[in-house]
């Protein structure tokens, strides 16, 4: 089986990231508090201009992607995943990865840096735009651990979908959809889609 992982609100808890520091930050720069707990990004959890969001991602993202841990259980489950004869692969749309300028360079390097640091095995990374269908059917992948609400729309119209539970995908049910809570938790159900025991 072919798997596809997302790494922002999959490989890494950025849902409470955005919170923690979004909380502090857009204060004390723009007196603006949460708006919406519920909302994907910067610019909905603090209704916010687009613009600023773009200050303060351009501002903090190497702070996220640096510092900020894997999910507890990744790593160990990606490789039971390969011993098992998966092929791993990671799919991310993270900021900056698109670019074909220094900065894009420096973050792919520093994705490719995080996923050793964490243990993270994979077969191949793919560094993609948001909308992850197109790459998907292009490279055969057989499911997909994903967050983003339209990505977890569309994909499972194909493919089933791993939905990695956060506030702000409540509303994602229906075939082809499964939600999991930890990583481990994700396994069990790789396992029972495998063995078509779940539904």
């Not at 702070?63 to 990606?78: H, L, M, Q, W």
Request: charged share 35%.
């Amino acid at each position: 089986m072919k798997i596809g992982i997302d790494i922002d609100g999959v490989l890494t808890d950025i849902e409470q990231w955005q919170l923690d520091y979004g909380s502090k930050i857009i204060f004390e720069q723009y007196n603006k508090n949460i708006r919406n707990s519920n909302g994907y990004n910067i610019k909905e959890i603090f209704n916010i201009e687009e613009r600023l969001e773009d200050e303060f991602w351009e501002k903090y993202i190497y702070e996220y992607a640096i510092k900020e841990p894997a999910r507890k259980f990744s790593g160990e489950v990606t490789n039971k995943l390969k011993k098992d004869g998966n092929e791993i692969y990671i799919i991310t749309a993270r900021y900056f990865t698109d670019r074909e300028d220094e900065n894009g360079q420096k973050m792919r390097d520093i994705v490719i840096n995080w996923l050793k640091e964490n243990k993270i095995y994979y077969d191949k990374i793919i560094f993609s735009s948001e909308e992850k269908l197109d790459v998907c059917i292009k490279n055969n992948i057989d499911l997909m651990i994903e967050d983003k609400v339209e990505n977890i729309n569309t994909i499972s119209k194909e493919i089933p979908v791993i939905c990695f539970d956060s506030r702000y995908n409540k509303e994602c049910k229906g075939k082809n959809i499964y939600r999991c809570y930890s990583w481990y938790d994700i396994y069990a159900k790789i396992e029972d889609i495998k063995n078509k025991t779940i539904q």
